[in-house]
């Protein structure tokens, strides 16, 4: 597909040497959040694999962007498959792994809250006990979400030594595979007779970007309505998210998987934080209404009686300063060019554009953007 463009900048502390050739297997590949990072993996020179099920939405951005062209192999199967996914291990011999298959949706997890656990508890587990039994694997980074915390809606931002809870399914389900991944690493990734790879889990807030079709998400809500002109309705204009594009927590699992496999990366497996500065925590309504006056006209804002609709936190925010320090990772788009990059995609999207060479050309545009 030429989509690699030569030597990565610096900017964001990644090392294309440390990529080049090296088996990479992404689960959840198919999805929004690993179809961007398959992206900038192959753009990195990694060999990248994916396991996952077919795309959960249509359009996609696996589709769209043809991320299937940049894949070295893939499997199509669930996590519950495990004679597959121990096959995948053995045949991939991954030296990294980023977990990222899950159900991610919070009002899905209502719907369906064993479906859920059974997708997001043990089928962390499944990869867990997969990993454990590959000698290549050196760096395992396990994706959760910012809603592992118990959350008490307090103003100060969470941290990684903060208690764990979940209120609705989805919430519950990312905190026990916390909980898993953090006993999977005490009993077999952990001292000298362990498996050598280095276990951790990763916590990012709510993630924005070209490319996400999800039902019940904000911005591929919005996208929907302005195309069709209808007002977009919202059912908790109030709540605080700490908002942010895709490509920040991505560009801190790399980082950290970077770092995972150096010399001192074994006091480094253990729960990371990313999500934006305070300036990216805002309101449902003030995204929504940043992205109407982004697309332009026809796109309006509404509100839905939220006395029908399940629990969601109407506040949340995460304390990044481990990242910060440690792992010398920091936001780099603010929340207004964050929320114009998204727009930009889905209508470059609208006029036909190569979604591939736009995607890329957007990584690109991180990678070379200094933090504002």
């Known amino acids: 597909m030429g989509v690699r463009t030569g030597a990565v900048e610096n900017l964001v502390n990644l090392h294309p040497a440390f990529w080049r050739d090296r088996s990479v297997l992404v689960t959840g590949h198919t999805g929004f959040k690993g179809g961007w990072l398959v992206l900038w993996l192959h753009r990195?020179?990694?060999?990248?694999?994916?396991?996952?099920?077919?795309?959960?939405?249509?359009?996609?951005?696996?589709?769209?962007?043809?991320?299937?062209?940049v894949l070295a192999s893939e499997t199509r199967a669930d996590l519950a498959d495990t004679e597959q996914l121990t096959a995948t291990f053995r045949r991939?011999?991954?030296?990294?792994?980023?977990?990222?298959?899950?159900?991610?949706?919070?009002?899905a997890s209502y719907a369906d809250p064993l479906g859920t656990l059974v997708c997001n508890v043990l089928g962390t587990a499944r990869v867990l006990e997969a990993a454990?039994?590959?000698?290549?694997?050196?760096?395992?980074?396990?994706?959760t979400t910012d809603k592992v915390y118990e959350n008490r809606e307090w103003r100060y931002p969470y941290r990684e030594v903060d208690p764990l809870g979940g209120h609705d399914p989805y919430s519950a389900s990312k905190a026990a595979a916390e909980l898993v991944a953090a006993s999977y690493r005490a009993s077999f990734f952990t001292g000298p007779t362990g498996h050598p790879a280095r276990v951790a889990t990763a916590r990012a807030g709510n993630v924005i970007g070209g490319g996400d079709w999800a039902v019940d998400r904000l911005a591929p809500d919005c996208v929907r309505a302005f195309v069709k002109q209808e007002p977009v309705e919202l059912r908790f204009p109030h709540a605080v998210r700490p908002w942010q594009h895709v490509l920040e927590p991505l560009a801190?699992?790399?980082?950290?998987?970077?770092?995972?496999l150096a010399p001192s990366g074994e006091s480094l497996a253990r729960a990371w934080n990313f999500g934006p500065d305070a300036s990216?925590?805002?309101?449902?309504?003030?995204?929504?209404?940043?992205?109407?006056r982004l697309w332009g006209a026809g796109a309006r804002v509404g509100s839905a009686p939220s006395a029908d609709h399940p629990h969601e936190a109407g506040?949340?925010?995460?304390?990044?300063?481990?990242?910060?320090?440690?792992?010398?990772?920091?936001?780099?788009?603010?929340l207004a060019l964050a929320l114009a990059q998204t727009v930009a995609w889905y209508q470059a999207w609208m006029r036909g554009a190569d979604m591939t060479a736009f995607s890329v050309a957007q990584i690109h545009a991180y990678e070379t953007t200094g933090s504002t």
């Open 44 to 69: 990195l020179g990694a060999q990248v694999h994916g396991y996952a099920l077919d795309p959960p939405t249509d359009p996609s951005l696996f589709e769209v962007a043809g991320v299937e062209a």
């Open 92 to 107: 991939v011999q991954p030296e990294v792994v980023f977990h990222l298959a899950a159900q991610p949706l919070v009002r």
């Open 132 to 143: 454990r039994m590959c000698d290549a694997l050196r760096a395992l980074v396990l994706i």
């Open 252 to 260: 801190g699992y790399l980082r950290l998987a970077e770092r995972l």
């Open 280 to 292: 990216g925590d805002a309101t449902v309504g003030e995204v929504a209404e940043t992205l109407a």
């Open 315 to 334: 506040l949340l925010r995460l304390d990044s300063t481990m990242a910060r320090t440690v792992l010398d990772w920091q936001p780099r788009w603010s």
